[in-house]
């Protein structure tokens, strides 16, 4: 006869009730929190800052009109080559200023009584030369009676003298003939002046000539027309003098250095070589397109090695992208950035072990952009966790997606 072995009912309910608490815990634990997950790398690092900049000619001559006078068209179009000496423009003398009614009369009262003047003056003349002439005359005959002893001395002196200042007279009338005449031709010019119109009688031109050989940047004018004293009419360059200054903020200016390289790209090529030449001593405040100032310190960059920018098609003014490379190397430990945040002052990163998230401090180094050296704290292919977020904690639970 078998016996059945019956447990007892407490046992029963007991283990039970230990299932179904067992089964409530799985159903109630926390899942996996899903994180984006990233490798330590090695690999070449390069530090650098990337700006835009601004192709511009290291000496430029601005050609104006030394003096007033009225321009001859400009027959120079921007880009033309000029040589040294080369002609530019011309400037002539300006034209007479147009007479109103009261003017006009002004100068035919002044040409007549001009005219008046002159009639006098031939007048006078007339007379001096006759008195001149009997004067003469008068000593001659003194001069033969003396030589007869028949006048003393003192008689012929006296008619010498009268001679003497009688040709003063004609002299000096004859001056005033000419200043007459003189006055009566400015009076009928200015009378003959035509309203705002260039003479056509040939009038001396000057000529001003290229001070430097190179090509024409900028033609402020070209049409012929009359022009003030210092009124700029060319701008003359040489391409062999073309730089690129780089506005780039103060924090990224103090780590740059004379000499160091330059690539430059985004111009429309092949990506160019460059350098640092110089790093202006003071900056300047420029506000960026969200409004807030930022403080830009001019940088100037020298083409390396010098090369035929011409028909590379580059000039004056143009766009262009420079990276300053500041530091590279070619086995630099390094994680992406977003893997980074800072726990007690110092900064750390998640690790991905046995399925679960562990922070570690870590010593940063460098960082460029989007990925950050790593001096001490990881090692090479371990995984840790990019973008954590408030879900992420230590120990937690994750599951990677790579």
């Not at 009730?17 to 390069?46: D, K």
């Not at 003393?152 to 004859?174: M, P």
Request: glycine share 8%; net charge negative; aromatic share 6%.
């Amino acid at each position: 006869m078998s016996t059945r072995r019956t447990w007892p009912r407490h046992v029963v309910w007991g283990a039970l009730g230990l299932g179904l608490l067992g089964l409530l815990a799985w159903a109630l634990r926390p899942s996996p929190v899903p994180v984006n997950v990233a490798r330590v790398t090695v690999g070449p690092f390069i530090d650098s800052v990337i700006e835009e900049g601004r192709t511009q000619l290291r000496n430029t001559w601005n050609v104006s009109a030394p003096i007033a006078g009225y321009l001859q068209r400009v027959t120079l179009e921007v880009g033309d080559n000029v040589e040294e000496g080369q002609i530019l423009f011309q400037l002539e003398p300006s034209p007479a200023p147009a007479l109103d009614v009261r003017t006009r009369q002004q100068a035919e009262d002044n040409l007549q009584a001009a005219q008046a003047r002159f009639q006098a003056a031939q007048a006078n003349l007339e007379t001096a030369r006759a008195d001149r002439r009997f004067a003469e005359a008068e000593y001659q005959r003194y001069r033969q009676l003396h030589q007869r002893n028949l006048v003393s001395t003192a008689e012929l002196e006296q008619r010498q003298n009268q001679r003497d200042r009688l040709r003063a007279l004609e002299n000096s009338a004859a001056s005033g003939v000419e200043v007459a005449r003189f006055e009566v031709e400015s009076a009928r010019a200015l009378l003959a002046v035509a309203s705002g119109q260039r003479s056509d009688a040939d009038q001396p031109k000057l000529q001003v000539r290229a001070p430097v050989t190179g090509l024409v940047l900028t033609r402020y004018r070209c049409c012929e027309g009359s022009v003030s004293a210092g009124d700029p009419i060319l701008e003359l360059g040489s391409l062999d003098d073309l730089e690129i200054q780089v506005d780039l903020l103060s924090m990224d200016a103090v780590r740059l250095r004379p000499g160091m390289a330059v690539n430059i790209t985004g111009w429309g090529g092949e990506p160019l070589k460059g350098e640092v030449r110089r790093i202006a001593p003071s900056g300047f405040t420029r506000t960026s397109a969200l409004g807030v100032d930022e403080q830009r310190v001019p940088v100037i960059v020298d083409f390396s090695p010098r090369l035929d920018l011409a028909t590379l098609g580059l000039g004056s003014g143009f766009r262009v992208d420079a990276e300053f490379l500041i530091w590279e190397a070619e086995q630099v430990l390094q994680i992406p950035t977003s893997g980074l945040f800072r726990h007690d002052g110092e900064w750390a990163v998640f690790v991905v072990e046995d399925g679960r998230a562990v922070r570690r401090t870590v010593e940063v180094g460098r960082r460029q952009g989007l990925v950050s050296q790593i001096l001490a704290g990881l090692n090479e292919n371990e995984t840790l966790i990019t973008h954590p977020g408030d879900r992420v904690a230590e120990g937690a639970r994750v599951e990677a997606d790579e």
